[in-house]
């Protein structure tokens, strides 16, 4: 159920040299309905490439353990949603007569970002793993395909629907352990003339933030531009554009095509920053696995002064990246007596490993908190937001993350 990888998830070479080891963790988002229960603990480490300066994950959970039954659901973030919209006002004005093909997206959760092309008259297709997902997808309007995706599925789609001028794969490559299948996939089922679109949390945003808490079992890879654009390369695809994105703190979207030469200058730029910055180097990972240690007694401390102080807190988003964060720092319901969510998937859940409860925002915060520790750290506004507003919360707020822990003040 667990391998441990012998060479570079993108180019093979064999060398590849251990950064971080995380000790041994529970899968992210596999919530437990008992707190009693013992999950299985797999090994969490990183690698270093030095050949195309690949971060990856030492182990690969089976990804029917991991995918199955998913339960984060992208719409039940609003950001996300004003996201969708952005990101398809950007894609219809970048392709010529997208009306007459299709969009479609591989790992497409809920639909959510194929929703505003179905709105607006273009045909979409969904494809993502998940069955309860799909289903939802499905139901709402958005045709989804049941599958794990890879150069067979694409085969299959390309046969029915032809190639499609978009092909979106949003937070996905990370993800993915049969790389190599997945973007012959991907150049597969692209048009000629088609865009492809790819959005991937940025290594250098990670290294510069220091969001290890964006290391767990489902991140496989953690991407430069230059370890993706190798990948890429390698099915023929070649990277035209980058812009940032708003989510999930410090995200890259790519477009890439068929055709080699048409690169902005946005492109050189990104290049130029990783060398300036030395973000493909080994010793500035070195330095981050440094931190990381660093950042766990700084956040223990903190969170032992004013649990002391005020009592248990509360925790706000039971995201998988938190998992790392408590699991990584031991830290359960001695410290945070309860965790709101706006999913209701997970209410009536315990957390992966720490087995703390979780609820409802209402629920939570009836208990009137001294202080949430906001663990979805990179919704942070969205949430200081919602407890000022809905629930006139005042008190403080742990923000863990990104790079020094700190306290604000909610007034
Ligand atoms: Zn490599």
């Known amino acids: 159920m667990v391998e441990r990888i012998n060479s570079c998830r993108v180019c093979q070479n064999r060398d590849i040299k251990e950064i971080l080891n ?25 690698s270093r490439c030095p050949e195309c300066s690949l971060i990856q994950l030492n182990q690969t959970v089976e990804p029917g353990e991991l995918f199955s039954s998913y339960v984060w659901v992208t719409s039940t973030s609003s950001t996300a949603r004003v996201h969708a919209s952005r990101l398809y006002k950007d894609i219809v004005t970048r392709v010529q007569n997208l009306k007459a093909s299709y969009v479609l997206e591989v790992a497409s959760n ?25 289903e939802m ?26 190639r499609a001028k978009v092909v979106m794969a949003r937070n996905v490559i990370p993800h993915v352990a049969n790389l190599h299948d997945f973007t012959e996939g991907l150049a597969n089922s692209l048009a000629e003339d088609g865009i492809l679109v790819v959005e991937f949390h940025y290594a ?9 808490d964006s290391i767990y079992h489902e991140h496989l890879c953690y991407y430069t531009l230059k370890s993706v654009e190798k ?9 035209i554009d980058i812009q940032e994105s708003p989510i999930s703190g410090g995200s890259l979207i790519l477009y890439a095509g068929k055709i080699r030469g048409n690169t902005s200058a946005a492109v050189q730029s990104y290049h130029d920053a990783e060398i300036a910055t030395g973000i493909n180097e080994l010793s500035s990972w070195e330095s981050f696995a440094k931190r990381v240690f660093e950042h766990r007694e700084q956040l223990l401390e903190m969170l032992t002064g004013i649990v002391k102080k005020s009592g248990r807190v509360v925790g706000y988003g039971a995201s998988a990246r938190s998992s790392t964060l408590l699991n990584f720092g031991n830290i359960d319901t001695r410290y945070i007596s309860i965790i709101a969510d706006q999913n209701p998937l997970k209410h009536h859940h315990y957390t992966a490993g720490t087995h703390i409860p979780i609820t409802s925002p209402d629920e939570a915060l009836r208990q009137r908190p001294a202080c949430v520790f906001v663990l979805a750290w990179n ?19 742990i923000l863990p993350l990104p790079n020094n822990p700190r306290v604000v003040n909610v007034a």
């Open 379 to 397: 919704f942070a506004d969205e949430i200081i937001g919602i407890l000022k507003q809905r629930y006139n919360f005042k008190g403080q707020c």
């Open 231 to 239: 990948l890429l390369n390698q099915s023929g695809l070649y990277i």
């Open 137 to 162: 997808a499905n139901a709402g309007g958005i045709p989804t395909i049941c599958r794990f995706f890879g150069a067979k599925v694409a085969d299959e789609i390309v046969s029915e629907n032809g």
């Open 22 to 46: 995380l000790g041994e963790q529970p899968l992210a988002n596999s919530l437990v309905t008992d707190p009693g229960e013992r999950e299985m603990l797999y090994p969490l480490s990183l």
């Open 204 to 212: 250098k945003v990670i290294y510069e933030g220091l969001h290890y």
């Open 110 to 134: 809920d639909g959510t970002f194929l929703k505003p092309f179905a709105e607006n008259g273009y045909k979409v297709l969904g494809v993502d793993p998940a069955k309860n997902i799909a």
